[in-house]
C-alpha cells in the first residue's frame, strides 16, 4: 500500500495551475460584477422608497432627517448592509465557517445605529404602531432577497453562512427608508420594530437557502 506523504506528491503541472487561476479570476469578477448590479438596484430601491413614503412639504419625515449626524448613522446601516452582501458573493466554505458570526455582528451593529438615532432625536409618541414599520421593512428585505436570489443564482444555496449574511445584509439595508420616513426615534420603537427587520431578513436568507440548498 502506497504512504506517500502529501510534500512527496509530484507537483500539477504549470498549465493545469494557469488554467484553474484563470477560471477563478473569471469567477471572481462574475461576482464583483453581480454585487456591483446589486448594490447599484438595492440603492435605488431603498433610496426610492424611503423618499417615496418620506418626502413631504420639500423635506423628509423622518426622526433627526437633515442633520450631519443622521445621514452618517443612515450611510452606516447601508455601508454596513452591502459589505455584508459582498462577503456573501465572495464567501467560500471554509471562510464562512469562520465567519459564522459575522451576521450577529452585522445585527449588533445594526441595533447599536438605532440605539444612537434614538439617543440623539428619540421622542414617544402616542398612538404610533409599529406594525407598519415593520411590515414596510419586512417587504422591503424580501424584495432584496429576491434581487439576491437574481442575481446570485446559486450562491445563496451553497451554505448557511452565506445565506445568513445575505439576510441580515438586507436587514441593514431595509433599515435606511424606515430612518428616512419613519418620524417616530423612542427607544422603545427603534429597538423592537426596527431593530426586528434584520432578523426577518436573516429568517429570510435561511429559508431560502433550506429550501433551494442542495441535497
Same mark, same amino acid.
Given at each position: 500500500?502506497?504512504?506517500?506523504a502529501?510534500?512527496?506528491?509530484?507537483?500539477?503541472?504549470?498549465?493545469?495551475l494557469?488554467?484553474?487561476?484563470?477560471?477563478?479570476?473569471?469567477l471572481?469578477?462574475?461576482?464583483?460584477?453581480?454585487?456591483?448590479?446589486?448594490?447599484?438596484?438595492?440603492?435605488t430601491?431603498?433610496?426610492?422608497?424611503?423618499?417615496?413614503?418620506?418626502?413631504?412639504?420639500?423635506?423628509?419625515?423622518?426622526?433627526?432627517?437633515?442633520?450631519?449626524l =443622521?445621514?452618517?448613522? /443612515? /450611510?452606516? %446601516?447601508?455601508?454596513?448592509?452591502?459589505?455584508l452582501i459582498?462577503?456573501?458573493?465572495? %464567501?467560500?466554505?471554509?471562510?464562512?465557517?469562520?465567519?459564522? #458570526?459575522?451576521?450577529? &455582528?452585522?445585527l449588533?451593529?445594526?441595533?447599536?445605529v438605532?440605539?444612537? &438615532?434614538?439617543?440623539?432625536?428619540?421622542?414617544?409618541?402616542d #398612538? =404610533? *404602531?409599529g406594525?407598519?414599520c415593520? *411590515? &414596510?421593512?419586512?417587504?422591503?428585505?424580501?424584495?432584496?432577497?429576491?434581487?439576491?436570489?437574481?442575481?446570485?443564482?446559486? $450562491? $445563496?444555496?451553497?451554505?448557511?453562512?452565506?445565506?445568513?449574511l445575505?439576510?441580515?445584509?438586507?436587514?441593514?439595508?431595509?433599515?435606511?427608508?424606515?430612518?428616512?420616513?419613519? =418620524?417616530?426615534?423612542?427607544?422603545?420603537h427603534?429597538?423592537i420594530? =426596527?431593530g %426586528?427587520?434584520?432578523?426577518?431578513?436573516?429568517?429570510?436568507?435561511l429559508?431560502?437557502?433550506?429550501?433551494?440548498r442542495?441535497?
Amino acid at each position: 500500500m502506497s504512504s506517500l506523504a502529501p510534500d512527496s506528491m509530484p507537483p500539477l503541472p504549470s498549465a493545469l495551475l494557469d488554467e484553474v487561476r484563470r477560471d477563478c479570476a473569471a469567477l471572481a469578477r462574475t461576482r464583483r460584477r453581480r454585487w456591483a448590479l446589486f448594490a447599484g438596484l438595492a440603492v435605488t430601491l431603498t433610496l426610492g422608497l424611503g423618499f417615496g413614503m418620506g418626502w413631504r412639504d420639500g423635506a423628509l419625515v423622518g426622526a433627526g432627517c437633515g442633520s450631519a449626524l =443622521h445621514t452618517g448613522l /443612515v /450611510v452606516a %446601516l447601508g455601508l454596513g448592509g452591502l459589505g455584508l452582501i459582498g462577503l456573501a458573493f465572495g %464567501l467560500t466554505l471554509p471562510a464562512g465557517r469562520r465567519l459564522r #458570526g459575522l451576521p450577529v &455582528i452585522g445585527l449588533a451593529v445594526g441595533l447599536a445605529v438605532l440605539a444612537a &438615532i434614538s439617543a440623539a432625536y428619540g421622542a414617544p409618541l402616542d #398612538g =404610533h *404602531s409599529g406594525w407598519a414599520c415593520l *411590515s &414596510i421593512g419586512g417587504a422591503c428585505a424580501l424584495g432584496l432577497v429576491v434581487l439576491v436570489v437574481g442575481l446570485g443564482r446559486r $450562491i $445563496i444555496r451553497r451554505h448557511a453562512p452565506s445565506a445568513g449574511l445575505f439576510g441580515v445584509g438586507v436587514g441593514l439595508l431595509a433599515l435606511v427608508p424606515l430612518s428616512l420616513a419613519c =418620524h417616530d426615534a423612542s427607544a422603545s420603537h427603534l429597538m423592537i420594530w =426596527h431593530g %426586528l427587520v434584520p432578523v426577518v431578513g436573516g429568517a429570510l436568507g435561511l429559508l431560502v437557502w433550506s429550501l433551494a440548498r442542495p441535497e
